[in-house]
């Protein structure tokens, strides 16, 4: 049973209405104003940066009921502090509603035995301070978000980086080995609470979750020495389980990996890719003594990538027909990479990978196709360069998941996995290969997109916490399935506009592309025609 005790901490909850929907976002869409608190950009980058690095810190703890308590309570404190950081722009209801979600995950930590406050106040003494004056002290430092009104500006800023520190120090104080029960708790948390998603998409229980059972799409006996990869993006080589893939899934299931092309490296040759120059020698020291890898170590772009590959082609390095997989990842135009090698010549090379894996554009959701037109030369880290001090030469340059369906699916591609922002497309030829162990997920893009990445209790991604701290904007908006999709469309399309990235660089349009029964599906309001903003044909590439 709840603590009534909380009633006394926050007495006003009731007038929050429940547990209402996300009323609003923060920061709001009115770029135009000015921040009554000077530095509001530099605390949220603070909030964002550190609560990013807390909740990682809890996942790779292992430890379930940690992350049921503190994963939650992560995002609710960081979605406070926006709104404490921008005051004046958000509205006092939408403080309510997290303080009720606040106080719930309180209470229900309170019930399991948490006992936050104590723990808490020993981060900030040599021992637990102990009677009802340290009590006191500790649950009215709880309380302090919730009661913004009675504080000056320079004390709430202090106050949320108290309350941070507090929170942050006691996760990993909180003696967990005497709790009853083991394993998973009752309610384990699939996702973000539903709270902070929009209209509620993430109480939905219709996705493919990013924790079920998944095809494993790929078997070592289905491959020989004379198949090949290709590995547009190599960086160092590794190959690392994904951070965010479930802890109790087949650990041998390269697609769970940060980088598959590189985990098939130790059994398969075929040609590898990188442009950063920190990791040249240790990709000289792995692969140059293997004549079955080829090696293009520089800066690239479209073009020579094709290039390289075709003169491999043509001297009979390697077979077409035997290319099992094709990975992309360069953060800059990666659907420009994958026209070079498989659109039809003579744009491309007309390959046909049994695999495709790709990293999607983490905040633009399907059915909105977008995707930059061209390679941008002179961008090395495009996440490092959205800033104003590299000229935001960086901004927006990922394709986003539909604009990578747009050019596979006519070409006999399926999309049939995502997991975090990756995702995996396999060619119909394998698939009528293997029928019975590639099968399908029976799910729309859509629901993979939200069971799999946006609901995903790790988001937001660290790409997406890098642009709302630099652009100050909650990207949440466009994944929300009460507005219709022409207009989340817009509303890309003036944050486009506003940050001066020219109409002529990008295609921005909604794609009908049908879903596996055949109709186009769609989760929120759609509208029968496509918005097409700018479309080039592919004769203007720029590389």
Known sequence: MPSTSWCFVLPWLDAAGGFAPLGDYCPPENLLESCSIANAQEEYWKSLSEWDDFKVNVWTSKNQRLQYFFLPLADTLRQMECVIFYWH??????????????????????????????????????????????????????????????????????????????????????????????????????????????????????????????????????????????????????????????????????????????????????????????????????????????????????????????????????????????????????????????????????????????????????????????????????????????????????????AFSELLVPLGYRLVHVLWNDAVFVHQKLQEAHPLELKRWDSDPEELWFGAYFCHPLRPSPVETHYMGEFQYDYRRWSDIGISETDRLESIRRYLDFWQIPRAFYTLYLSLQTSSNGAKKTLGNSCPFLAFVDVFPTDSWGY
């Open 89 to 402: 722009r958000c509205t006092r209801e939408y403080l309510l509603q997290l303080c009720s979600l606040y106080a719930k995950i309180l209470l229900e930590g309170k019930a399991q035995g948490y006992d936050l406050a104590a723990t808490m106040l020993s981060c900030f003494s040599s021992g637990a301070l102990e009677g009802p004056e340290g009590r006191q002290l500790a649950e009215e430092m709880m309380r302090w978000p919730c009661a913004p009104q009675t504080l000056e500006e320079r004390q709430l800023l202090e106050v949320m980086r108290t309350l941070r520190k507090a929170v942050r120090c006691s996760a990993f104080q909180i003696d967990m080995s005497s709790r009853s029960g083991s394993g998973k708790p009752d309610h384990w948390i699939s996702g973000i609470h539903s709270l902070h998603s929009p209209s509620s998409v993430c109480a939905r229980n219709d996705f493919a979750w990013w924790h079920q059972a998944t095809p494993k799409l790929y078997d070592a006996g289905w491959f020989s020495g004379t198949q090949w990869v290709i590995n547009v993006g190599t960086a160092s080589g590794g190959c690392r389980r994904l951070l965010q893939a479930p802890p109790d899934r087949d650990v041998e299931n390269i697609f769970d990996s940060q980088d598959p092309a590189n985990c098939l490296s130790t059994q398969l040759g075929g040609v590898f890719v990188e442009g950063g120059e920190e990791h040249f020698p240790r990709l000289r020291a792995q692969y140059e003594l293997r004549e079955n890898v080829k090696l293009m170590l520089e800066p690239s772009d479209p073009k020579s990538v094709r290039s390289f590959v075709e003169s491999h082609l043509k001297n009979e390095s390697f077979d077409a027909d035997e290319l099992v997989l094709l990975k992309v990842d360069v953060d800059n135009c990666d659907c420009c990479f994958l026209e070079a090698l498989v659109s039809e010549q003579p744009y491309g090379l007309n390959l046909r990978p049994h695999f495709i894996h790709v990293e999607f554009h983490p905040m633009i959701p399907p059915p909105i196709v977008y995707r930059p037109l061209r390679f941008t030369f002179g961008v090395g880290d495009s996440l490092l360069e959205i800033s104003s001090r590299h000229g935001r030469r960086g901004h927006f340059l990922h394709c986003s998941l539909s």
